[in-house]
């Protein structure tokens, strides 16, 4: 595989070339943890994502076990959810009692929304780009008299200065994507985070179309939740997921629901009258998908091998690679933004919705599958991916 430009950031000294060799054999030998993609073109990941290899493995031998071996792997279970834990801290700068494993990003977000003490006239802040997954949450907020808000976006962006004439204060918690799932924006964290520090408003973060395509390190940006699901860019099975929530907001959260894992000493099981767990592991609730958590974590180790800045630059350069080919085939650039604001999606569009829609189920023929959304077509490739399946989207589109 080779590139056709410098990386983002990097210059073309002698060392700094070395390591990117590196970088690329080691995406390259990746590719072969994915044999979905032998017979297809898979380009898109911000829908769902192909399991690997190791994936495949972890899950088969939790099976196996389950079928064939000693039954009795309670506390192995238990050792390897505090495991993916402690992989998913580590991705993203925590500490392992800030997390709690979820089933999707929306159950994390409910986590949150639901255990906030809302009073009438409380207000919430959303942009009019979100995916209902960091929507219904907070509307459902409403039966207890909130406000909620939706910003207009500019230009297809949310930044502080579109925060600001919202503001009342009422205002007590703004949520976003990290990225956008239907344009590939890729919002400013820190400057968000400290705008809602500054003005006393809780800052929750939807991770999910950005999570494994990029890093996020929230030692450094100033939120107060992060909500995730695992069957994108994370590559995990679907029902997968977590959410990671400072001590201090946990504090001020009240359990919408409870169960027996919510305990301190859950395994004294007729002491009922114990403290509720200190760590988020109080949202767990009970007996987790079991299964999946073998799969996730294999997932998750598999991004930490390959590094998440390495995937970043690769999937940058990606679908820059398209960004810059795609107008000279009559194509009209939705995700226009500079390499600080995207992520691994590429939104276009080559006429009108009808138009487009041809042209998505002529790819899907030729075993080439991205996305139709909102009349437009949304291109996502992973870190598997390389230059030659570039050219040969390009190629069939050009052919169509």
Same mark, same amino acid.
């Given at each position: 595989?080779?590139? +056709?430009?410098? $990386? ?8 700094? /070339? ?40 972890? &899950? ?5 076990? *389950? ?25 993203? /700068? ?26 009438? +006239?409380?207000?919430?802040?959303? !942009? ?8 219904? $949450? ?18 297809? *962006? ?13 205002? *007590? ?18 400057? &968000? ?72 000493? $859950? ?8 403290? #509720?767990?200190?760590? @988020? ?5 009970? #007996?987790?998908?079991?299964? /999946?958590?073998?799969?996730?974590? @294999?997932?998750?180790?598999? &991004? ?62 030729? +075993?080439?599958?991205? !996305?139709?959304?909102? /009349?437009?077509?949304?291109?996502? $490739? ?15 589109? +050009? @052919?169509?």
């Amino acid at each position: 595989m080779r590139f +056709g430009r410098t $990386p983002p950031d990097r210059t073309l000294d002698s060392q700094t /070339g070395f390591v990117y060799i590196i970088i690329v054999m080691k995406l390259t030998d990746a590719r072969a943890l994915f044999p979905a993609v032998e017979d297809q073109l898979y380009l898109n990941h911000a829908a769902s994502s192909p399991f690997s290899l190791r994936v495949e493995e972890a &899950l088969r031998a939790y099976l196996d076990r *389950r079928v064939r071996g000693d039954l009795d792997d309670f506390k192995r279970d238990l050792r390897e959810t505090a495991d993916l834990r402690s992989a998913l801290a580590a991705l993203i /700068g925590s500490s392992p009692d800030r997390i709690a494993l979820t089933s999707n990003t929306t159950h994390g977000l409910n986590i949150v929304a639901g255990g906030i003490h809302w009073e009438q +006239g409380d207000q919430i802040l959303l !942009s009019d780009m979100e995916f209902p997954a960091n929507v219904y $949450p907070f509307l459902n907020t409403r039966r207890f008299g909130t406000e909620v808000v939706r910003i207009p976006s500019r230009d297809g *962006r949310i930044t502080p200065d579109d925060l600001r004439p919202h503001l009342t204060d009422r205002t *007590r918690l703004f949520s976003v994507s990290y990225v956008q799932y239907l344009n590939g924006y890729r919002a400013d964290l820190e400057a &968000l985070g400290e705008f809602c520090r500054r003005h006393d408003i809780l800052f929750i973060i939807d991770a999910i179309q950005g999570l494994g395509a990029l890093p996020l390190d929230v030692s450094r940006i100033p939120c107060d939740a992060v909500a995730c699901g695992g069957h994108k860019w994370l590559m995990s099975p679907k029902g997968t997921g977590f959410l990671y929530i400072t001590e201090d907001l946990q504090d001020r959260l009240e359990m919408a629901h409870f169960g027996w894992m919510s305990v301190r000493k $859950p395994f004294e099981f007729h002491h009922f009258d114990q403290e #509720t767990d200190s760590s @988020a592991q109080r949202y767990e609730l009970a #007996t987790p998908n079991q299964l /999946g958590i073998y799969g996730m974590h @294999a997932a998750v180790r598999l &991004l930490q091998d390959v590094g998440l800045a390495t995937i970043r630059d690769h999937l940058l350069n990606l679908t820059g690679y398209l960004r810059d080919r795609l107008p000279a085939m009559g194509c009209e650039i939705r995700t226009p933004f500079p390499d600080r604001e995207r992520a691994g999606i590429l939104l276009f569009s080559r006429g009108d919705a009808r138009e487009n829609h041809r042209i998505f189920q002529a790819l899907a023929e030729q +075993g080439i599958t991205i !996305s139709f959304r909102e /009349g437009a077509l949304r291109v996502a $490739p992973h870190f598997y991916n390389n230059r030659s399946d570039m050219d040969r989207f390009l190629a069939a589109l +050009g @052919a169509i």
